[in-house]
């Protein structure tokens, strides 16, 4: 079930004699350049919660994740594995360690090109949500430093002892992301029919097909076929960038971001890592 927590009104909201609308995006080779929940692996061994090994694998599948795509028997892998290796892990410690090391790891990789069209969305006066199966300890933080209005990700059920007990609550991923902007369009006032939605991979084509406006970005070969069958845009973004430093010396203020689905913590979903694990089959914590 989609929780919404509302810290103020949206500014973007121009008229209530309007029709509201939003931007969608998806996060991961979307919006940045690399997969959120690999980026911080080296966070994620100083502070204890994998070990060296794992490092060195999750390195790999960063280099497996940009290399290719994931179909949704992948995708069900990656959910499995990694909620077992994130089971023990301590929730606040986790956020501690994205915080410590956000605008280090997470700044150099947003796309240029995403932080325009975030920029120019805001100022047709429409929200912007993410809407990532990676997990709301890493995405929320992202989400603010977006300046996103909200944000959909995954949860997991977290303890009495406050740790992850591996258990999903909530799965952000293929039709469950359509069910949460259906969801958010009828809290909202969105017209769906007005509103837009950005994404690389095949497994978001719900998500895509529930809005007006549907865009591929930096496609995987399933989403270009689908996108070049349906004439959907086709967006090439390769400009990483801080966003101190883009032209013009555009920075997005951070905004909090509302939070309508929250998270697997550090052991959301990619790709590369569950590619690499349902060969290998050894534990990586």
């Known amino acids: 079930m989609l929780r919404v927590v509302e810290n103020h009104p949206s500014p973007h909201s121009v008229s209530h004699s309007m029709p509201r609308t939003a931007a969608f995006f998806d996060l991961d080779k979307t919006v940045i350049a690399k997969s959120s929940t690999l980026t911080f692996s080296k966070s994620f061994y100083q502070g204890g919660l994998i070990n060296r090994r794992a490092v060195l694998r999750t390195a790999y599948a960063q280099f497996v994740f940009l290399a290719g795509g994931a179909d949704h028997d992948q995708m069900e892998r990656m959910r499995e594995y990694l909620s077992a290796l994130c089971r023990g892990w301590n929730v606040q410690l986790v956020k501690e360690l994205v915080a410590e090391t956000l605008h280090d790891l997470i700044d150099p990789i947003i796309y240029d090109e995403a932080a325009s069209l975030i920029e120019e969305h805001h100022t047709a006066g429409r929200d912007v949500v993410i809407v990532s199966t990676s997990g709301a300890e890493v995405v929320e933080p992202i989400g603010e430093l977006l300046g996103a209005d909200r944000v959909v990700a995954t949860r997991m059920i977290v303890g009495e002892d406050g740790c992850f007990t591996g258990e999903v609550e909530y799965y952000a991923y293929g039709p469950t992301k359509a069910e949460a902007i259906r969801e958010l369009a009828g809290s909202e006032g969105y017209d769906l029919s007005r509103c837009y ?49 883009r032209i013009g010396g555009f920075s997005v203020p951070p905004r909090p971001a509302l939070v309508a689905a929250a998270a697997i913590g550090a052991a959301a979903a990619t790709a590369g890592l569950v590619w690499y694990a349902s060969r290998r089959r050894s534990p990586a914590a």
């Not at 950005?198 to 970005?217: Q, R």
């Not at 069958?229 to 086709?234: D, G, L, M, V, Y």
């Open 197 to 245: 939605a950005y994404s690389d991979s095949a497994t978001d084509l719900p998500m895509l097909e529930a809005v007006g406006h549907p865009h591929a970005v930096n496609p995987d070969r399933a989403l270009r076929r689908e996108a070049l069958a349906r004439e959907w845009p086709i967006l090439d973004f390769h400009r990483p960038v801080r966003l101190k430093q």
